[in-house]
């Protein structure tokens, strides 16, 4: 059963990138508390209307949204941020889970008329990132905390599928290299240890390696500096606390890793082109 899933849903998607085209982008992002009944995911999520109209809600600069989403289009939600979809009309989807280690596709294939789909048929892949589909979907979801509007939102969303097409029709040819695994394994530490001191030494030094060897792997596997990274997770972190609770910055500094609310406040706005007041102002609606 587990085979014959993946074919059906390889056999999709090849069918779907042969005969159509990613016209447009919806982006969800983390604005507004999810609601009753939405999807909320720590990884990003991309939906590829195959047949009908999958409606959903989601939350856009503040506001919620309804999308009306057909073939053609394509709804990328990015980690912490939401959707929630209206399964009263016929749809059939794929959906892409990009998690820390795995990339998972179901397919629904609803026929409409209740407030729950049917069952999904679902494949997976462990491991499965190459520095080509990674890459792809860290521009995708930097994307979409901008301006999401113009052909590159297009172009990115389907070159993310054929890379994941690419990956899940030759497994063997596009084998994640070690570099690549150790640096997927080194973010990962990472984004469950923002909120703890982290260095370049430290981390080497938990997983065994020269530190060197660390700056080495976030420049070539991840086309950033090692400490770029570390900023760039605790800032999205802050982003989620500044949109979803009253804390002070002082308590945002500490609960991202740092300990100097005013170094927070540059770094900051050196990533999101604003301060941390600012954020929180532009992106939390009065109650």
Not at 40 to 65: Q, Y
Not at 182 to 190: D, G
């Amino acid at each position: 059963m587990k085979r014959e899933a993946r074919r059906i849903i390889v056999r999709e998607l090849e069918g779907y990138l042969r005969r159509a085209s990613v016209r447009r982008v919806h982006f969800a992002d983390g604005s507004l508390p999810p609601p009753l009944m939405a999807y909320v995911t720590n990884f990003p999520r991309l939906s590829l209307p195959l047949d009908g109209c999958h409606t959903m809600e989601l939350a856009r600069n503040g506001r919620i949204e309804t999308v009306r989403p057909t073939r053609g289009h394509a709804v990328f939600v990015p980690g912490n941020a939401w959707n929630r979809p209206d399964w009263t009309e016929r749809v059939e989807v794929l959906t892409f889970l990009f998690g820390a280690r795995q990339i998972g596709i179901s397919l629904v294939q609803h026929k409409g008329g209740s407030e729950l789909p049917a069952e999904a048929l679902k494949t997976s892949m462990h491991g499965a990132y190459d520095g080509l589909t990674h890459n792809i979907l860290n521009a995708l979801g930097i994307f979409a905390n901008e301006n999401p509007s113009g052909p590159l939102a297009r172009s990115l969303t389907e070159s993310l599928l054929h890379a994941c097409l690419r990956l899940f029709v030759s497994p063997e040819a596009h084998r994640i290299r070690k570099a690549v695994r150790t640096y997927e394994t080194v973010c990962l530490y990472i984004q469950e240890n923002f909120q703890t001191p982290l260095s370049r030494d430290s981390v080497a030094a938990h997983f065994g390696l020269a530190p060197n060897h660390v700056s080495r792997l976030f420049r070539r596997e991840g086309l950033m500096h090692f400490n770029d990274y570390v900023n760039l997770v605790r800032v999205n972190r802050a982003k989620f606390l500044l949109r979803n609770y009253g804390m002070t910055l002082k308590e945002i500094a500490a609960n991202c890793g740092y300990s100097d609310a005013a170094y927070f406040c540059r770094i900051f706005k050196r990533i999101s082109k604003a301060t941390p007041t600012q954020y929180r102002d532009r992106n939390v609606t009065a109650p």
